[in-house]
Nanobody
Framework: QVQLVESGGGLVQAGDSLRLSCLVS????????MAWFRQAPGKERVFVAS????????DYADSVKGRFTISRDNAKNVVYLQMNSLKPEDTAVYYC?????????????????WGQGTQVTVSS
């Protein structure tokens, strides 16, 4: 059973940076396409970024393009989300997701495995 555990969230000021990590256990991360989603209070969970299994194809939501970077270290079974120039509107619970597909999707239902989430709060 694949398990995902996020870490790295916290309270920061606008303009600061954070790096989220997602540790994959119970499976080999290189066999999964990985993604980050986020859910703000009272809103739906939405796509942030994804990285394909190999020859990494990266995809980003328009709202984070140029500020966030997704990457993976398959040797460590970890996926990262580097978040720079954070804005108050980036405040949300961030979730890591995984699927056995080759390429990522922006759709929540495309992912079979989810972490519990990590809170990111950006103050103005």
């Amino acid at each position: 059973q694949v398990q995902l555990v996020e870490s790295g969230g916290g309270l920061v000021q606008a303009g600061d940076s954070l790096r989220l990590s997602c540790l994959v256990s119970g499976g080999t991360s290189s066999l999964y396409v990985m993604a980050w989603f986020r859910q703000a209070p009272g809103k739906e969970r939405v796509f942030v970024a994804s990285i394909s299994r190999s020859n990494p194809y990266l995809d980003y939501a328009d709202s984070v393009k140029g500020r966030f970077t997704i990457s993976r270290d398959n040797a460590k079974n970890v996926v990262y989300l580097q978040m720079n120039s954070l804005k108050p509107e980036d405040t949300a619970v961030y979730y890591c997701a995984a699927d056995e597909a080759l390429y990522g999707s922006r759709l929540r239902h495309s992912y079979d495995y989810w972490g519990q989430g990590t809170q990111v709060t950006v103050s103005s």
